[in-house]
């Protein structure tokens, strides 16, 4: 393509934005929340804690509305209970790695007492670099809104991580976030809900893990604040945080979704008081798209995922997933599903049908009318959803 031509391409492909695309969707405060009450959370305190330890009985007396589902939960089956013998280790090593450094000796730390001085967009582009150097797929900076920072610790899936439960969280010193993504395997994540799909699952949490730890190191060795955000030690909520540095939008999924890989992929961050240039956030069409296309919610084998429009959801209007019904069907089905991300346009392989996906906005409509009946022509449907506790028995991984 001519200089010219990509020169046309930037401005009618640039989808930069001045504000998030959630902005305009808002209608009050965000309450910081919690991150006790979040499912992740509370599946844990069954396994961590034990029923009988004045922790729980002091959470569920404090939170009744929880006590069933949570029960039910824990009584399930775990994940990855679907892979034969040789096969469940296979996410059990990475799982295990990613909590080893999600310890708070490894995600956070003391900055180096003298600051190396560096210009904020060389500043931005080294971080950048050693993270793409690291594994990361994807890369954007940008504020660190305080609304997005949990209240309280919740998570730590190893013995540390349970000695913090209900520390205040404080991240009022870092301003700037760096969000990454992590591209999940497009064959394995294609076999959910089966067992490889968790294996896909895992290495994304697993290099998220890797990635973040050492350029939150990096940074503090320049002399500054920083901490990283993954699997087992997150402070922040990390799809609105990817959102605001421009990685991609929020889909009726729930997930993010990126230009380049769709929803398959898995998110890290790390946040820092380095002054960094920041990326603006981006209108990928997405929200228009989400409304006409409705695959994922079709699709969905716990109908968790809303056909209908978006509600009003702690001061956002968003289309609220059930994650509740959806976690509830990873458990019968033994593993993650992945459905929702595959049957998504936006996940097809990088083709030239996946490089139609964002356009204009003034040819928005028919365009994505044209492009849903095209994936489901191209790809086929992904499978129909016959139910809650459907397990799809002709893709069992054996070896
Ligand atoms: S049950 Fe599967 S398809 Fe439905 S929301 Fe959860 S992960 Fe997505
Ligand atoms: S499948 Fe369709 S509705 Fe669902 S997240 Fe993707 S684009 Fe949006």
Not at 171 to 189: K, V
Request: aromatic share 10%; proline share 6%.
């Amino acid at each position: 393509m001519s200089r010219l031509g990509r020169a046309i391409s930037r401005v009618l492909l640039s989808r930069e934005v001045d504000a998030p695309t959630y902005e305009r969707d808002r209608v009050g405060d965000v309450e910081r929340w919690d991150e006790r009450d979040i499912m992740f959370a509370r599946k844990d305190f069954f396994r961590y804690l034990g029923t009988d330890s004045p922790e729980y009985k002091a959470y569920y007396e404090a939170h009744p509305e929880y006590l069933e589902y949570d029960t039910k939960i824990g009584n399930m089956p775990g994940l990855g209970k679907t892979g034969a013998p040789a096969d469940a280790p296979m996410f059990e090593t990475q799982f295990a790695m990613t909590s080893e450094i999600g310890l708070e000796s490894f995600v956070n730390g003391e900055p180096a007492p003298d600051k190396v001085e560096i210009p904020p967009e060389r500043a931005a582009q080294k971080v950048k670099g050693l993270a793409r150097l690291l594994g990361a797929d994807l890369v954007k900076i940008g504020p660190l809104r305080q609304e997005w920072t949990y209240t309280h610790v919740g998570r730590g899936a190893n013995r540390e991580g349970y000695l913090r439960l209900g520390t205040p969280i404080d991240l009022s010193h870092h301003s700037t976030a760096i969000a990454m993504a992590f591209r999940m395997d497009y064959r394995l994540s294609r076999t959910g809900p089966d067992f490889p799909t968790l294996l896909a699952t895992a290495k994304g949490y697993a290099m998220g893990a890797w990635v973040s730890v050492q350029l939150a190191q990096y940074i503090r060795m320049l002399g500054y604040s920083a901490r990283a955000h993954h699997l087992n030690n997150y402070q922040v909520i990390v799809v609105p945080v990817a959102v605001d540095c421009g990685l991609g939008e929020l889909s009726r999924a729930g997930y993010l979704i990126t230009r380049e890989f769709g929803s398959a992929i898995r998110l890290a961050v790390v946040t820092t008081d380095m002054d960094l240039t920041h990326d603006r956030p981006v209108d990928l069409g997405v929200q228009s798209f989400c409304e006409h296309c409705k695959l994922c919610a079709e699709e969905c084998p716990s109908r968790a995922i809303p056909m209908g429009d978006k509600v009003e959801y702690n001061g956002i209007k968003k289309w609220k997933l059930d994650e509740e019904e959806c976690y509830r069907y990873w458990h019968v089905a033994g593993t993650d599903c992945s459905i929702c991300m595959m049957a998504c346009p936006w996940t097809k392989p990088d083709n030239w049908f996946h490089k139609m996906m964002s356009v204009p906005a003034t040819i928005a409509g028919p365009h994505q009318a044209l492009m849903t009946w095209a994936d489901k022509l191209v790809y086929g449907k992904y499978r129909s959803a016959p139910g809650p506790d459907f397990i799809d028995p002709y893709k069992r991984y054996r070896r």
